[in-house]
Each structure stands twice: as structure tokens, then as C-alpha cells.
């Protein structure tokens, strides 16, 4: 008898605790890669000095990462469509590992750059599936109590990861903080071929006769992203004309990022992004305020790492330490919040967080 793969199958195979146990699966590969993102800052200043970089060079251990999972998460919905569930995100965890195991072992300041593109890659595909899943899994009434306990248990790894990655960097140094990721990934793996469905989004087959990849619109994407970051480095410490050039090509390459993706869309292409979403006032507003909150949070998980250790002279430890109390609360309150957000209006919620925030 063949196991069930589809999600009706396994929802018939493992009872009413199986959409529990499917979002225990993705919240353990998304704990791995938002870990990854976050748990190599306590490592800079100490990767800074094997390597004798400067910051300019340092932070692009972190904003490599940032790039190329910001460029693959438009990607998510191909890679579903083509492979199904199962396959993209064991992928995922694959590489993400893959890449945990090469950072570790890295000599060279580029290959330890290399390996963070390739867990920021494998990162970016793996954001989108959750909040997919629990579309498909759960019940409107109870996909707030879902993202509140998927959210309380994501952010734990911002929260833990930094205290022990601290204290990992005081012991080991900073090639331990790369085979954090290893165990989750292993579990995550395991789970994933028990739970995880293997149809694409919709419960279809997945296909690979699909429609292709708008490689055109992932070049502009990537290359806009690079240049924005690359020219506001220079901005603020480098050459003032090469920095205009950076951030000119950047501006220009997202316009016209932006004008093929709506040129696909209006002649019936698949684009990356679909631009008519913003159409819709209350997905326009949530990407604004996702668009705020990420920039506080992923600012500050890599300034104050970098500040503590640099300007404070604290040990990786201690700066690990300094910064657990607020990931614990933050773990809480999501919990909490995701049981109001069944109860309460959205936008009550929302104004409460941004004004804590600010």
C-alpha cells in the first residue's frame, strides 16, 4: 500500500491532529532559516577579525543573505506550481543545510559569502509556504490561533539563537554558529516526508509543463536589490559618484522591474509579482506595515550585535544575553496576539504593535 501524499490523504491517514502536525513540520524548517538570518550577527566582529575585514566588507554576510532571500521568495510560487509542496521545501532544507555545513568549514571569506547566498536562497523559497498552509489546512475561524502558534514558535529561534549563539562564538568561535541550523534542518527534513503534502497549491498534481520562469523579472529584481544596497554602502563611507551611479542604476532597474512585471500581467504572462494585488487597499497597507516592521527588526538584530561587541567591548555571550529578554517577548505576545486576532479587528492590533514599536 503506497503512504498518502495528498493532502485530503494524509488529512484521512492522521486524523484531526494532522493539520497540527503539518504546521510542526514548516515551523521547524522556517525556525532553520529565520535562525540563519539572524544568529550570524553575534559572529561578525569575530569574523571580522580572522578574516580582517572592514564592516563595509563584514555586513555582507548579512546583507548577502537578505538579497538573495529577498530575490527567491518571488519564486515560491513557480517552484510550488512545478514540484509540489514536498519536494520544494525538502529542497529547501537540503541546501539551507548544505549551506550551515560549507559556512562552517569555509576558509575563505568568499566561500563562507557563497554559502550565506545559498541558505539565503533556500530561506527566501521556504517564507512564503507557512501562511500557504495554513490557508489550505485550517479553517478560517482558526488560522489565527494557527499563525499564533506557528509565530510564538518561529520566533523563539531569533530569541534563543543569539544567547546561544554567543556563547557558542565564546567557545568555539564563529564556525560553530553555521552548524546551528544542522539539526533543525534534519528534523525538519524527517517531518517534512511524513506530512508535507506532494501537490502543488490547490491540491493539483504538481507539473512541469507549467509556464516558465520569468528569469527576465528575477535578473531585474536581483540586480536593483544589489545595486541599492551596494550604492547606500558607499553613501555612507565610499566614493559619492560611485554611490550616485549605484543608486541610479538601482532606481532605474526596479522601474523597470516594475513596468515588465505589469506588462506580463496585462498580456496574460505569469509575472513574479503581481502588481494588481496592490489594488486591493488591505494587502497594500499589510505590505507597508510588514515593510516597516522588517526594517526595525532586521536593522536592529544587526546593528546591535555589531555595536555591543565593537563599541561596548562585550563578549558574544553577554550581547547574546542582553538580547534574549526581547525575543522571549516577543514569542509571547505572538501567541497571545493570535488568539485575539480570531476575536479582535485586525487593524486594532496593528496600530497597538506599530505604536509600541515606535
Given at each position: 500500500?503506497?503512504?498518502?501524499?495528498?493532502?485530503?490523504?494524509?488529512?484521512?491517514?492522521?486524523?484531526?491532529?494532522y493539520?497540527?502536525?503539518?504546521?510542526?513540520?514548516?515551523?521547524?524548517?522556517?525556525?532553520?532559516?529565520?535562525?540563519?538570518s539572524?544568529?550570524?550577527?553575534v559572529?561578525?566582529?569575530?569574523?571580522?577579525h580572522?578574516?580582517?575585514l572592514?564592516?563595509?566588507?563584514?555586513?555582507?554576510?548579512?546583507s548577502?543573505?537578505?538579497?538573495?532571500?529577498?530575490?527567491?521568495?518571488?519564486?515560491?510560487?513557480?517552484?510550488?506550481?512545478?514540484?509540489?509542496?514536498?519536494?520544494?521545501?525538502?529542497?529547501?532544507?537540503?541546501?539551507?543545510?548544505?549551506?550551515?555545513?560549507?559556512?562552517?568549514?569555509?576558509?575563505?571569506?568568499?566561500?563562507?559569502?557563497?554559502?550565506?547566498?545559498?541558505?539565503?536562497?533556500?530561506?527566501?523559497?521556504?517564507?512564503?509556504?507557512?501562511?500557504?498552509?495554513?490557508?489550505?489546512?485550517?479553517?478560517?475561524?482558526?488560522?489565527?490561533?494557527a499563525?499564533?502558534?506557528?509565530?510564538?514558535?518561529?520566533?523563539?529561534?531569533?530569541?534563543?539563537?543569539?544567547?546561544?549563539?554567543?556563547?557558542?562564538?565564546?567557545?568555539?568561535?564563529?564556525?560553530?554558529i553555521?552548524?546551528?541550523?544542522?539539526?533543525?534542518?534534519?528534523?525538519?527534513?524527517?517531518?517534512?516526508?511524513?506530512?508535507?503534502?506532494?501537490?502543488?497549491?490547490?491540491?493539483?498534481?504538481?507539473?512541469?509543463?507549467?509556464?516558465?520562469?520569468?528569469?527576465?523579472?528575477?535578473?531585474?529584481?536581483?540586480?536593483?536589490?544589489?545595486?541599492?544596497?551596494?550604492?547606500?554602502?558607499?553613501?555612507?563611507?565610499?566614493?559619492?559618484t560611485q554611490?550616485?551611479?549605484?543608486?541610479?542604476?538601482?532606481?532605474?532597474?526596479?522601474?523597470?522591474?516594475?513596468?515588465?512585471?505589469?506588462?506580463?500581467?496585462?498580456?496574460?504572462?505569469?509575472?513574479?509579482?503581481?502588481?494588481?494585488?496592490?489594488?486591493?487597499?488591505?494587502?497594500?497597507?499589510?505590505s507597508?506595515?510588514?515593510?516597516?516592521?522588517?526594517?526595525?527588526?532586521?536593522?536592529?538584530?544587526?546593528?546591535?550585535?555589531?555595536?555591543?561587541?565593537?563599541g561596548?567591548?562585550?563578549?558574544?555571550?553577554?550581547?547574546?544575553?542582553?538580547?534574549?529578554?526581547?525575543?522571549?517577548?516577543?514569542?509571547?505576545?505572538?501567541a497571545?496576539?493570535?488568539?485575539?486576532?480570531?476575536?479582535?479587528p485586525?487593524?486594532?492590533?496593528?496600530?497597538?504593535?506599530?505604536?509600541?514599536?515606535?
Open positions: 500500500m503506497s503512504r498518502p501524499a495528498t493532502l485530503p490523504e494524509l488529512q484521512a491517514h492522521y486524523g484531526e491532529r493539520r497540527w502536525l503539518l504546521l510542526l513540520s514548516v515551523m521547524i524548517g522556517t525556525m532553520a532559516s529565520i535562525m540563519s539572524t544568529i550570524v550577527n559572529a561578525i566582529p569575530d569574523m571580522s580572522y578574516f580582517a572592514g564592516q563595509a566588507r563584514a555586513q555582507w554576510v548579512s548577502g543573505f537578505m538579497v538573495a532571500m529577498t530575490v527567491s521568495m518571488l519564486t515560491t510560487p513557480w517552484l510550488l506550481g512545478r514540484y509540489g509542496y514536498r519536494r520544494t521545501y525538502v529542497g529547501c532544507m537540503l541546501l539551507l543545510m548544505a549551506g550551515g555545513i560549507v559556512g562552517g568549514f569555509s576558509n575563505l571569506f568568499g566561500l563562507v559569502l557563497a554559502a550565506r547566498v545559498a541558505e539565503g536562497l533556500a530561506a527566501g523559497v521556504v517564507q512564503p509556504i507557512p501562511a500557504i498552509i495554513i490557508m489550505r489546512a485550517f479553517a478560517p475561524h482558526e488560522q489565527g490561533r499563525s499564533g502558534f506557528f509565530g510564538m514558535g518561529v520566533v523563539l529561534a531569533p530569541a534563543l539563537g543569539p544567547s546561544v549563539g554567543g556563547v557558542l562564538v565564546d567557545l568555539f568561535g564563529w564556525r560553530s553555521f552548524f546551528m541550523v544542522v539539526p533543525l534542518c534534519i528534523a525538519s527534513l524527517y517531518m517534512a516526508y511524513r506530512y508535507v503534502p506532494t501537490t502543488a497549491p490547490g491540491g493539483v498534481a504538481a507539473s512541469r509543463n507549467g509556464g516558465s520562469l520569468d528569469w527576465r523579472g528575477l535578473l531585474m529584481g536581483a540586480v536593483g536589490t544589489l545595486c541599492l544596497l551596494n550604492g547606500m554602502v558607499e553613501l555612507h563611507g565610499g566614493n559619492a554611490a550616485a551611479v549605484l543608486l541610479a542604476i538601482a532606481a532605474a532597474t526596479l522601474l523597470l522591474f516594475v513596468w515588465w512585471q505589469a506588462r506580463l500581467g496585462a498580456t496574460g504572462g505569469a509575472p513574479l509579482m503581481n502588481l494588481a494585488l496592490f489594488g486591493y487597499r488591505q494587502f497594500a497597507m499589510g507597508i506595515v510588514a515593510f516597516i516592521y522588517g526594517t526595525a527588526l532586521f536593522g536592529s538584530t544587526y546593528l546591535l550585535p555589531v555595536y555591543m561587541q565593537l561596548l567591548q562585550l563578549s558574544a555571550s553577554h550581547v547574546g544575553t542582553i538580547l534574549l529578554p526581547a525575543g522571549l517577548v516577543l514569542a509571547v505576545t505572538i497571545f496576539v493570535g488568539r485575539l486576532a480570531d476575536k479582535q485586525t487593524w486594532l492590533l496593528v496600530s497597538i504593535g506599530l505604536g509600541l514599536l515606535a
